[in-house]
């Protein structure tokens, strides 16, 4: 049973479009991440948040932005979309509480993304 | 730094056989490792862990991994496996002096045939 949610699960845009994929967990989870991963390749961190009004990059650069306004909530967005950004975009959580983390994370089922 | 490895990006095997998804780690201190597995389409599941203890941990799908420090690594078995086991699956490994980001390995394809 899925304690984070995310929306929309399939998206075909055209090039220049803005669009928002939404995130939002029901843990209580302070630790939010953003990760990118195309068909059958390995997953890239793109964004994470250790709580409210905290946000930072991952490793792999993107043009993407995110904001952590509210705990549960950790929504990514695209000003204007391009088909290099075709991918799909898996959002999680993890516990931020020092003695009860262990670096396990809850993941959503996904936001495939196709730019046309 | 810390790294992981998952030295066969495909596996293919018959229903019924066993199978060995290996994984191995670089790390100079305790760790804490995962897998997870993806079914097409799908977000990543937690499938087993080891935090501590036993260093041979169990799924409820019949999947086992076992840890072993002195050759930092961490590979998944199973010794009957089913059409259903078909899924990408991920090792990953974190720790407390690396502030519980997790790293994952590139993953394997299990493809199981009948």
């Known amino acids: 049973e899925a304690d984070i949610y995310q929306t929309p699960r399939y998206l075909v845009i055209g090039t220049g479009k803005k669009i928002t994929l939404e995130c939002s967990q029901t843990m209580g989870h302070d630790k939010m991440y953003w990760y990118q991963q195309d068909p059958g390749m390995e997953l890239h961190l793109i964004h994470y948040s250790y709580g409210v009004n905290s946000t930072e990059k991952g490793d792999l650069s993107s043009e993407s932005t995110v904001s952590r306004i509210r705990t549960e909530h950790f929504p990514l967005t695209l000003e204007s979309a391009r088909p290099s950004h075709t991918s799909q975009y898996l959002c999680?959580?993890?516990?931020?509480?020092?003695?009860?983390?262990?670096?396990?994370?809850?993941f959503g089922e996904g936001s495939r993304l196709t730019v046309l | 730094a810390q790294s992981v490895t998952q030295l066969d990006s495909q596996v293919p095997v018959f229903e019924e056989a066993p199978v060995e998804l290996r994984c191995n780690y670089s790390s100079s201190v305790s760790v804490y490792l995962f897998w997870y597995v993806q079914y097409p389409n799908q977000g990543l599941q937690l499938l087993l862990k080891y935090l501590s203890g036993s260093t041979l941990v169990e799924s409820i799908n019949g999947f086992e991994a076992e840890f072993n420090k002195s050759q930092t690594s961490f590979h998944l078995r199973k010794p009957s496996v089913h059409i259903s086991d078909t899924a990408e699956y991920f090792c990953a490994v974190s720790s407390r002096t690396g502030g519980f980001k997790t790293i994952f390995g590139a993953g394997t394809r299990l493809f199981v045939k009948a």
């Open positions: 999680a959580s993890s516990e931020g509480r020092e003695r009860a983390n262990t670096g396990e994370l809850f």
